[in-house]
């Protein structure tokens, strides 16, 4: 029998630790999206280290079909056993959300925010009877959760060394993995096309291989999957590892990025909140570039004004080679001022100037070989701002006596270059730079970088992230290619803004193309190019080649009247590492950019995405004889609706490029 509430009572009061034994609840912990679709569920399952507890586990199913089997969940303070393999449920909270919010840039000015959530409060049933916490968020189009570690007197300091998340996949899955060497890089590789399997230590790849965030897979029957993470503040990136040792084994485990420390990864107070774990999940791969969970997953903005925000496209010098109007490279005060006039001539914001114009290790100082206020005098005169080239380590020493500095000369923003960290400290950076540099009103492109994990929302004057494979690699070898460009919208833009630094116009074919700077080539067609401008997200979008590279081009109009920001964002097909079509709208205009592999590629667009009425369409495709000449656009105007289809052949290399104006 049952013992009286009476008894449970006395029991309680003298024994209460007791509490989480006797109320523990045993059923699983349910969690479903609004529409049904995805559903999780958290429970413990026996643990040999105690019957009165057990280890915690998600599970997650999509359309009724398995695709994260019972995964386990812990994390590892130093000194003490697993938080997480002894545990039983305590309590569930559930809750919801529908509200809407604003993003000052990115691929939708206002975002849906409607999501399921559950708490779900944990306990040891055995000394010293550790507390943990499951914060969890069903969404359409995802899935997310994060560890709470409440305030409790067992755990005198955090310090965690390894947290141990799985993501046990259903089956063999096919991945897009973006594998890194070790912590401390750049995140500037290719997207390997592999079977989860052969990251298993049994076969395939040697060792115990890292994989970057975010991991692109398809599970073949079930869906469309992506792991990434959101919200790192306080905390560590999340690496994957596949640690299986058996044959077949195709599941991935979490390490978090080591400190100076390499025995401990993150320090704190409590409570503390780790990172979100966040599931993308669709039927097809691009509702994941679709969705806005990352940006939802962190806090609202902490810049009161945003109205000095602005994203844009700039003028550049150095993918060129920083060539003067005589056609030399020269990097000089002269030729900054020429890449000023050319921005102005083109509508453009912006100007950034690049590495070199600063004094090394004092960027406080005006000696240089570039006058950065005199410059910004020029610019000022012709309605255009200047961004500055810094480094990570001069910033983390100067930022307090910098950023006052360039504010009072006029600086726009700041192109901050090889941080090449993420672990606590890295990630730490990344907020207080943002953070002084909005106390004085300079936005921030980080390069050398992390990926983002939505910070965009907290400071909407971070503006850019790299942490790709982008065009630069054009100047020293062949790994920026058609292939590798229709991969990453899938998997590197998943995470966010992506400063790939498109508009390259010396465009060869595969066989023609040779590495060099100054004056580089770049694969592919012109009109593949310009899709780019409607395909990748970057706020502070590049406009790379020399400002004589797009005199007298019609096709560069195409680009004078891309936006960098954007009200919504559809893709309409497409499949990594093949091709890839999408629509933008910003205002009552739309832009729409496709871009396709080494495979020619014939395509018809359905236009259902425009508004009511008609449009004229301002068509930039592949000429007939694009894939001999790839500099060769074909350009015309004809008149749609949304009833209308528009039919495509792109070259091997190729793309084409729309905009469409609403007719008076």
């Not at 005098?377 to 961004?387: D, G, L, M, S």
């Amino acid at each position: 029998m049952p013992p009286s509430f009476a008894k449970v009572a006395t029991l309680l009061t003298t024994f209460p630790f007791l509490t989480p034994i006797l109320f523990a609840q045993t059923a699983p912990a349910i969690l479903k999206s609004p529409d049904g679709r995805i559903a999780a569920a958290f429970e413990t399952v026996e643990n040999k280290q105690s019957s009165a507890s057990g280890q915690l586990v998600y599970s997650i199913t999509f359309d009724g079909k398995p695709l994260i089997e019972r995964s386990n969940l812990s994390l590892t303070l130093q000194g003490q056993r697993p938080l997480g393999a002894a545990v039983r449920i305590v309590s569930q909270t559930p809750s919801q959300n529908d509200s809407t919010y604003r993003l000052v840039t990115g691929k939708a000015s206002t975002v849906r925010d409607h999501y399921n959530a559950l708490r779900i409060d944990l306990a040891e049933g055995s000394f010293p009877h550790r507390k943990l916490a499951i914060e969890a968020r069903a969404y359409d189009d995802g899935f997310a959760f994060r560890y709470v570690v409440p305030d409790q007197s067992p755990i005198r300091e955090f310090r965690e060394t390894q947290e141990a998340t799985e993501f046990r996949i259903s089956k063999d899955a096919i991945t897009y993995a973006l594998v890194l060497p070790h912590y401390r890089t750049m995140y500037e590789s290719e997207y390997i096309k592999l079977n989860a399997s052969a990251f298993a230590n049994a076969n395939g790849l040697s060792g115990k291989v890292l994989i970057g965030l975010p991991l692109l897979m398809q599970v073949p029957g079930v869906g469309w999957l992506a792991i990434t993470e959101a919200n790192l503040r306080g905390n560590s990136s999340m690496y994957l590892v596949n640690p299986s040792a058996e044959w077949g084994g195709h599941g991935f485990e979490s390490r978090l990025a080591p400190g100076d420390d390499p025995e401990v990864a993150v320090t704190g107070t409590l409570p503390h909140d780790s990172a979100w774990r966040v599931l993308l999940i669709g039927e097809e791969p691009g509702r994941l570039i679709e969705s806005n969970i990352i940006t939802s997953l962190n806090p609202e903005s902490e810049i009161k004004d945003t109205t000095w925000i602005h994203a844009g496209l700039t003028a550049w010098d150095w993918w060129s080679g920083s060539i003067g109007s005589d056609g030399k490279p020269a990097f000089t005060t002269a030729t900054m001022k020429y890449y000023v006039d050319f921005a102005a001539k083109s509508g453009f914001p912006y100007m950034l100037v690049d590495a070199g114009w600063s004094v090394p290790y004092d960027i406080t100082k005006m000696n240089g070989k570039v006058d950065i206020p005199e410059l910004v005098r020029y610019a000022a005169a012709k309605n255009v701002k200047i961004w500055i080239w810094l480094a990570y380590r001069d910033v983390d020493r100067q930022m307090a006596e910098a950023f006052p500095l360039y504010e009072k000369w006029g600086v726009a923003g700041l192109k901050i270059d090889f941080v090449e960290r993420d672990d606590q400290r890295g990630i730490d950076f990344y907020y207080r730079a943002a953070e002084q540099a909005a106390q004085h009103h300079l936005m921030v492109d980080f390069h050398g970088a992390t990926k983002p994990s939505g910070i965009s929302r907290t400071f909407p004057n971070v503006l850019g992230y790299e942490a790709v494979l982008g065009m630069e690699q054009s100047r020293a070898g062949g790994r920026d290619n058609p292939g590798h460009r229709v991969t990453i919208p899938f998997t590197r833009m998943l995470a966010g803004r992506m400063d790939y630094t498109p508009g390259g116009f010396d465009n060869v074919t595969e066989a023609d193309f040779v590495a060099r700077a100054p004056h580089p080539m770049v694969m592919g067609t012109r009109a593949a190019q310009l899709a780019m401008y409607a395909i990748y997200e970057a706020p502070f979008q590049m406009v790379s080649d020399t400002p004589k590279a797009y005199a007298d081009q019609p096709a560069f109009d195409f680009i004078k009247h891309a936006p960098a920001t954007w009200d919504e964002t559809r893709v309409l097909n497409g499949s990594p590492g093949e091709f890839i079509t999408m629509a933008r709208r910003k205002g009552d205009e739309w832009f729409l950019g496709s871009m396709t592999n080494w495979s020619e590629r014939q395509l018809d667009v359905p236009l259902t995405f425009l508004g009511a009425g008609r449009y004229t369409a301002e068509i930039y495709a592949d000429a007939p004889d694009a894939g001999q000449y790839p500099k060769s656009v074909r350009i015309h105007t004809q008149t749609v609706d949304r009833n209308s289809k528009l039919n495509f052949k792109m070259a091997p290399g190729g793309g084409f490029a729309v905009r469409f104006v609403p007719v008076k």
